[in-house]
């Protein structure tokens, strides 16, 4: 595997990953990505790093207990982006083409060390990446196991997502546990979901919200700048919870963009 990322340390875990993977999956390995901002070229240390990887059969019970003690180590490592893996593992089949359905697959959340069966990475926009922009750490060509994702599908998704991020903010705030992670993580990630609606692709999180400060109405413009520029160690904000003031104005924001009036 040649250097993925122009981190050495994410490097050494990438290559452990894999190291630890192929010997568990053995003849149903298929080939093994990164995905998400190491994909578009944006991601700096204090990134996730979004991975999937794909089998040529759904995995089996044997295997999925392999791989749940497999990451239960590699979270152990002394290096930090062993902490900030999170991926999934999909088969070929279900891979091939955007599924309605959702289908929930065994995931690795950020900061986690147990997978769990979750539908976060079976979405027309990680396949996008993958087949647009993925990174091989080992396997054939993205392009060669996922059929073109089309604007439409990234608009039709976009603005299924919508009400579920207004109902995850609203749920955060009227409970008083909006975190500084997630209060900047929800402007930028509306944005975002907003920028697909309107351009039917997919950008970084940064990219989509420099792109909204001129795009969406003028009294949201400090909003998305203040989370733009509340990038650094986010990780050490997740147990911080966030401004008030800031809390208000995100759900705020929400609110106005969910309304039909305004996508």
């Known amino acids: 595997m040649a250097d993925p990322t122009i981190y050495p340390e994410l490097n050494a875990v ?25 994909a578009l070229g944006e991601a700096d240390v204090h990134s996730d790093v979004d991975f999937l990887v794909v089998t040529h059969e759904e995995i089996d019970e044997k295997q999925l207990a392999a791989l749940q003690r497999m990451h239960n180590r590699i979270y152990g490592l002394d290096v930090a982006w062993a ?24 995931f690795l959340d950020n900061g986690a060390c147990e997978l769990v069966w979750d539908e976060h990475c079976n979405t027309a926009v990680v396949r996008w990446l993958l087949r647009e922009h993925g990174v091989v750490l080992d396997g054939p060509d993205p392009r ?25 903010a609203r749920s955060c705030g009227e409970a008083g546990t909006m975190s500084r992670w997630q209060q900047p993580y929800l402007v930028l990630t509306l944005c975002r979901i907003l920028h697909s609606i309107d351009n039917g692709t997919v950008v970084s999180k940064r990219t989509a919200g420099e792109w909204a400060r001129d795009a969406l109405a003028v009294e ?6 203040r989370a733009l520029a509340d990038r650094p160690d986010p990780w050490l904000r997740v ?4 401004d008030p003031e800031d809390v208000d104005r995100t759900l705020a924001f929400i609110e106005s963009v969910v309304d039909e009036g305004n996508l």
């Open 14 to 38: 990438l290559a452990q990953l894999l190291e630890r993977t192929r010997p568990i999956l053995a003849e149903n390995f298929c080939g093994a990505y990164l995905q998400g901002s190491f």
């Open 83 to 106: 902490q900030h893996l999170e991926g999934s593992y999909i088969s070929e089949a279900l891979l091939r083409r955007v599924d309605p359905a959702r289908t929930r697959l065994p």
């Open 144 to 168: 060669q196991l996922v059929d073109p994702v089309s604007a439409e599908q990234l608009r039709s998704e976009a603005l299924e997502l919508l009400p579920e991020y207004a109902a995850w």
């Open 220 to 225: 949201w413009g400090e909003l998305i700048r």
């Open 239 to 242: 147990h911080q919870s966030a």
